[in-house]
């Protein structure tokens, strides 16, 4: 299992832009498909990006094009930056480590898209 930490939330105004990035400890970062996902509140947990440990991307169709996961396998990060902000983007983002049957969370990072 990986130990996952969000930073980089926050409050911005529709049209902004947010850097998130997720820190991994454990022997699992390398070789894991890391994802970033959101939880609004009242809904379901959703994917918003997954990157696999060769560079592969999948995005949700409602970020498409807004953001982008990328991670630094050295210093075992996964970052989402996200452009052109939402209201409907605002959510808990939590970052998620999938490898074999390991599948590890953080305990998420508050974005809030509001004048």
């Known amino acids: 299992q990986a130990q996952l930490l969000e930073s980089g939330g926050g409050l911005v105004q529709p049209g902004g832009s947010l850097n998130l990035s997720c820190a991994g400890s454990?022997?699992?970062?390398?070789?894991?498909?890391m994802g970033w996902y959101r939880q609004a509140s009242g809904k379901q947990r959703e994917l918003v990006a997954t990157?696999?440990?060769?560079?592969?991307?999948n995005y949700a169709d409602s970020v498409k094009g807004r953001f982008t996961i990328s991670r630094d396998n050295a210093k075992n990060t996964v970052y989402l930056r996200m452009n052109s902000l939402k209201p409907e983007d605002t959510a808990v983002y939590y970052c998620?480590?999938?490898?074999?049957?390991?599948?590890?969370w953080g305990r998420g990072t508050q974005v809030t898209v509001s004048s």
């Open positions: 454990g022997n699992i970062f390398n070789l894991a498909t």
């Open positions: 990157m696999t440990s060769s560079g592969s991307t």
């Open positions: 998620n480590a999938k490898r074999g049957p390991a599948n590890s």
